[in-house]
């Protein structure tokens, strides 16, 4: 059972389920293969702006067909609906949350709280991996890469995972609060985030891509038939500072470039041009996302670049 449903071979299920205490609504799809095999969720929509991935998520769940399934595919198309209907960027538009740091959530909390909570109890824990669909935001630019968490019961897996996308970069994550899928990999369910798009746009080339690794992972793990691709890749540690003021921001770099450790990555100034702060790369890097937006917050993210790790997947 998943959201109240029966996961019946051959059964198509398109509904919304709602967060007990709220006035939200999730839409979700269940595709129960014909033939047995694992259970996958996918989600996209966890911040609402983040366009390339909720596409990516409503073509599969109308291209993939129970019958080609071993297993079921779980998919939440837009896990915050309220935010995208108010356009609110990363955040949950009742109470201005995050809800990708509030995760495992809370059924007494406030909105976002409620509806992480749900998430979690309802799809995340039920199932068996896990994949992620991030953007950058409206205020970010971004070089593709992906996540999986470190130091897990479901890191073999989840290194198997990383694999099928095609893409140049891999966190290892050392987060193991706030998020959906570092919550999922605690929790022995193998997980990955795929960050592909910025800037709230999202492009026919994008939104593919994204659908093609979601395809080849759905392979590996055996519920797709045919051969799956291993794309090499440099795996990275990330870091990351956030504003120390608000003001306009200046980027030196664009996300993908590569950095040593001294150089200039940007400038915060005031509305007369004088400096604020001079963002100094502290080691050698690859810049990974930054804002790309003229205003910038304070305690709001700046830049997040990655320092290779010891070996390449």
């Given at each position: 059972m998943i959201a109240g449903h029966e996961l019946t071979p051959g059964k198509t299920v398109k509904d919304h389920i709602h967060v007990e205490g709220t006035e939200l609504h999730v839409p979700h799809v269940l595709l129960c293969g014909e033939q047995t095999g694992p259970t996958v969720l996918i989600t996209a929509g966890i911040h609402n702006a983040e366009y390339v991935g909720i596409q990516a998520a409503i073509e599969l769940s109308n291209e993939l067909e129970v019958s080609a399934l071993h297993g079921n595919v779980i998919i939440l198309p837009l896990a915050n609906r309220s935010g995208f209907e108010n356009r609110t960027m990363s955040m949950v538009y009742e109470d201005g949350k995050n809800l990708n740091r509030v995760f495992p959530g809370d059924r007494e909390g406030s909105a976002a709280d409620k509806l992480a909570h749900m998430l979690f109890e309802v799809f995340i824990k039920n199932v068996d991996a896990y994949v992620d669909l991030h953007s950058g935001d409206g205020y970010e630019t971004l070089v593709p890469f992906c996540?999986?968490?470190?130091?897990?019961?479901?890191?073999?897996?989840?290194?198997?995972?990383?694999?099928?996308?095609?893409?140049?970069?891999?966190?290892?994550?050392?987060?193991?609060?706030?998020?959906?899928?570092?919550?999922?990999?605690?929790?022995?369910?193998?997980?990955?985030l795929i960050e592909r798009g910025q800037l709230s746009l999202f492009s026919r080339e994008e939104i593919e891509a994204d659908k093609a690794d979601v395809r080849n992972i759905l392979r590996c793990l055996g519920v797709l038939e045919g051969d799956w691709t291993a794309y090499p890749k440099q795996e990275l540690s990330e870091y990351g500072d956030d504003a120390p003021c608000t003001g306009c921001w200046y980027p030196e770099k664009k996300p993908g470039d590569w950095f040593?450790?001294?150089?200039?990555?940007?400038?915060?100034?005031?509305?007369?041009?004088?400096?604020?702060?001079?963002?100094?790369?502290?080691?050698?890097?690859?810049?990974?996302?930054?804002?790309?937006?003229?205003?910038?917050?304070?305690?709001?993210p700046m830049v997040s670049y990655g320092v290779p790790t010891d070996h390449s997947i």
């Open positions: 996540y999986y968490l470190g130091d897990t019961p479901a890191e073999v897996t989840a290194r198997q995972m990383v694999d099928c996308v095609n893409v140049k970069y891999v966190v290892r994550s050392r987060c193991r609060t706030g998020g959906a899928y570092n919550l999922a990999s605690i929790h022995g369910v193998p997980s990955v040593r450790k001294g150089e200039k990555l940007g400038e915060i100034r005031d509305y007369f041009g004088r400096s604020l702060f001079t963002e100094v790369a502290s080691t050698d890097g690859v810049l990974l996302y930054q804002c790309a937006s003229l205003n910038i917050i304070e305690k709001g």
